[in-house]
């Protein structure tokens, strides 16, 4: 025999008819409630201040956690926009904040991968909040907050960015010490980017006199590549400088690798230098010094056989 039992049904309630005004009511019941959002996303906030200033900004709320951490606040009682994940960002900047927290009526499907995607990053952890206000019967309206997006515990992709992010630091800072080498000067005016190589014309268009560099080897080279649908007049012109490869290896006197990458659109004349940009920086003087005087050998060996190319338009 079914027993009777007095439950009563949750209704949604729209929002402005519990909070009339975002800042003014929103904004203020949520300082003097931060054990709700406590609750919800398992954090330990104590204290929170409205309206503090980011440059000409105001941020809704920035909180402080009990180990003295700051968190941002923006609220927003309705759809998610760019707007307000713009200003999500800045406060976050401003305040050089770890945490930051977006609380809106309705998250757009790209925002919630925008957060997840940021996230991934390990720069800050961001929480997106779904809030809602429900009652059961003629109850007093409650506020429901729903986590949508969290930092994640699985820390896999944002460590793989972390490592790239440590190489391409470690890249940058090798080349500002090669292009500062006094020995390096057809290269003193590159600014050094954090890519695996850095370059400057020869004189030719398309052709380059590259240096590169991976983890333990490193490159002084003649890059040849004169753009789309050039790769038949890149194979022609490495094989004019191949014809004469006898004389510019003397000239060069180091070993030299010819390299016309058949399948390939590009070619490359290289000489190889042992250590890269994971050797003991005390070691970089050295390596540095052999690649510059390695280009410099390359340059003025191929130099005077650049203007005899026969070269298309």
């Known amino acids: ?20 005004h975002e800042a003014y009511d929103f904004t203020q019941w949520l300082q003097e409630n931060l054990d709700v959002l406590n ?12 309206e503090q200033a980011a440059g000409s900004f ?15 606040i923006e ?6 926009n ?23 009526s ?18 800050a952890d961001f929480y997106l909040v779904k809030v809602e206000a429900v009652r059961i019967g003629d109850s007093p309206a409650a506020p429901l907050l729903t986590l949508i997006v969290g930092p994640s515990e699985d820390n896999s992709v944002g460590n793989e960015r972390e490592v790239v992010a440590e190489r391409y630091h470690i890249r940058q800072h090798f080349w500002k010490k090669l292009v500062a080498n006094p020995k390096a000067k057809l290269h003193s005016h590159i600014t050094p980017g954090a890519y695996s190589w850095i370059g400057t014309s020869s004189g030719v268009r398309g052709l380059n006199l590259n240096y590169s560099i991976t983890q333990d ?11 789309a649908d050039s790769q038949e007049e890149n194979k022609k012109i490495f094989d004019q400088l191949y014809a004469q490869r006898e004389k510019i290896n003397g000239d060069i006197g180091k070993q030299v690798s010819w390299e016309r990458l058949d399948g390939k659109r590009a070619c490359r004349i290289k000489i190889s230098i042992d250590g890269g940009y994971r050797s003991p920086e005390s070691d970089w003087e050295k390596i540095q010094t052999t690649m510059a005087e390695a280009m410099n050998a390359l340059s003025n060996a191929i130099s005077p056989h650049l203007s005899q ?5």
Do not use: C, F
């Open 39 to 50: 609750v919800a996303l398992e954090l330990n906030l104590i204290t929170a201040e409205r």
């Open 309 to 313: 190319l026969h070269l298309g338009a």
């Open 75 to 80: 609220n927003q009682l309705e759809k998610s």
């Open 217 to 227: 080897q490193a490159s002084a080279e003649l890059y040849i590549d004169r753009g």
């Open 82 to 104: 760019h707007d307000h994940l713009g200003k999500v960002i800045t406060y976050l900047s401003h305040l050089s904040a770890r945490k930051a927290i977006w609380i809106v």
């Open 106 to 123: 309705d998250p757009r499907p790209e925002h919630v991968a925008a957060i997840a995607w940021l996230n991934e990053s390990k720069l």
């Open 58 to 72: 105001s941020i809704d709320l920035v909180a402080e956690e009990e180990g003295g951490g700051i968190v941002i």
């Open 1 to 20: 025999m079914a027993t009777n039992l007095n439950i009563g049904r949750l209704q949604r309630v729209p929002l402005r008819e519990v909070w009339k």
